[in-house]
T-cell receptor, first 116, second 112 residues
Framework: EDKVVQSPLSLVVHEGDTVTLNCSYE??????LLWYKQEKKAPTFLFML????IEKKSGRLSSILDKKELSSILNITATQTGDSAIYLC????????????????FGKGTHLIIQP | KAGVTQTPRYLIKTRGQQVTLSCSPI?????VSWYQQTPGQGLQFLFE???????NKGNFPGRFSGRQFSNSRSEMNVSTLELGDSALYLC???????????FGQGTRLTVV
């Protein structure tokens, strides 16, 4: 059974700090790893990392995949109060029979709180 | 481009009743997946539909079922509701192979 573990489960920092969120995974046949940000309801997509795309960056957010260590980190620099959210990491299952997204296995998430 | 639309946004039901939730995917997306989110268990996969066929199913009892229509819209049904079914139900759609899933705003179901 696929497993995704995120750490820390919660984190409180001050505005302007840099944070690093961790995600480790155990999957039978790795395809990709996804990061989502969930503020109120809908998780919003941040990054997808694959064997051919192990590093992604968008503004103050960046993510790296370490296939050797079976892990990924999500970095947020110069944090702002708007970054407060739950950050979720997920992996798709190994079996794949065609187009579309299969059931993602999610970690429990990191609840990040940015204090002004 | 419209996002994933879920209706209704909120529902209150009584134990023993049944409920149907609806999800309209992003135009052009053929895959729809459903997830249950609770504070204790996090996000858990319910099932996934592609071209009206259920391709994948999570570890939930048979009271949870779903279907997909020819226009890719999907519904999920929960029968004989239990208090523990209270959760946020999220639907996600995606376009194709190994592509990211986009989530709707969810339906908050409360069972009393």
């Amino acid at each position: 059974e696929d497993k995704v573990v995120q750490s820390p489960l919660s984190l409180v920092v001050h505005e302007g700090d840099t944070v690093t969120l961790n995600c480790s995974y155990e999957v039978t046949n790795f395809r990709s790893l996804l990061w989502y940000k969930q503020e109120k309801k809908a998780p919003t997509f941040l990054f997808m990392l694959t064997s051919s795309g192990i590093e992604k960056k968008s503004g103050r957010l960046s993510s790296i995949l370490d296939k050797k260590e079976l892990s990924s980190i999500l970095n947020i620099t110069a944090t702002q109060t708007g970054d407060s959210a739950i950050y979720l990491c997920a992996v798709p299952p190994p079996m794949y029979s065609g187009g579309g997204a299969d059931g993602l296995t999610f970690g429990k998430g990191t609840h990040l709180i940015i204090q002004p | 481009k419209a996002g994933v639309t879920q209706t209704p946004r909120y529902l209150i039901k009584t134990r023993g009743q049944q409920v149907t939730l609806s999800c309209s995917p992003i135009s052009g997306h053929r895959s729809v997946s459903w997830y249950q989110q609770t504070p204790g268990q996090g996000l858990q996969f319910l099932f996934e539909y592609f071209s009206e066929t259920q391709r994948n199913k999570g570890n939930f009892p048979g009271r949870f079922s779903g279907r997909q229509f020819s226009n890719s819209r999907s519904e999920m049904n929960v029968s004989t509701l239990e208090l523990g079914d209270s959760a946020l139900y999220l639907c996600a759609s995606s376009f194709g192979v190994n592509t990211e899933a986009f989530f709707g705003q969810g339906t908050r179901l409360t069972v009393v």
